[in-house]
């Protein structure tokens, strides 16, 4: 059996009265991500980390952030593709372990239905995701609100 690892990292900029969608759901703020597709940061990570063990490239690769295509696009479809994509190489999931990186609103309260989602999404167990959540201390720009990062690891086998 081939056992591989991999990782994502993404930021995103939070502006003013924007929708705020993080992981494939929306997350009640005065603030939200602003990006080419709909800015889910914590599903813009596992496609990268999954795309990443698999050794295929990134999903700005895949899913170009020129391309009028994926302009407000929701992410939950390019994240289906990627399944698609390392399926097709006969890649399972093992699992995932993420962190999201914001400081304004708590996340915690949203994590069961952010895990329902993406699970539903990738047709796996809600217990192979692990959703975290942190603030920087109010230090930097997720400290000051300017943004939102994440980070995400998988395994994957087959
Ligand atoms: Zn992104």
Redesign the pocket.
């Given at each position: 059996m081939k056992i591989r690892t991999g990782l994502g990292y993404?930021?995103?900029q939070l502006v003013d009265g924007k929708d705020f969608w993080l992981g494939g759901i929306k997350v009640e703020h005065s603030k939200g991500a602003v990006?080419h597709?709909d800015?889910?940061?914590l599903i813009?990570?596992i496609c990268d980390a999954l795309l990443g063990a698999a050794n295929m490239r990134d999903?700005g690769y895949h899913f170009s952030d020129t391309d009028p295509a994926f302009k407000g696009i929701d992410s939950k479809i390019l994240l289906k593709d990627v399944m698609k994509l390392i399926g097709n190489e006969g890649w399972k999931i093992g699992n995932i372990d993420s962190t999201i990186c914001l400081q304004r609103p708590k996340i915690n309260p949203y994590i069961p239905e952010m895990k329902k989602c993406l699970a539903q999404v990738m047709g796996i167990d809600e217990e192979d995701i692990s959703i975290k959540a942190t603030t920087t201390e109010k230090l930097g720009f997720v400290g000051k609100e300017e943004g939102v990062a994440a980070f995400a690891t998988v395994l994957i086998t087959k």
């Open positions: 993404d930021v995103h990006g597709s800015a889910d940061v813009h990570v999903i």
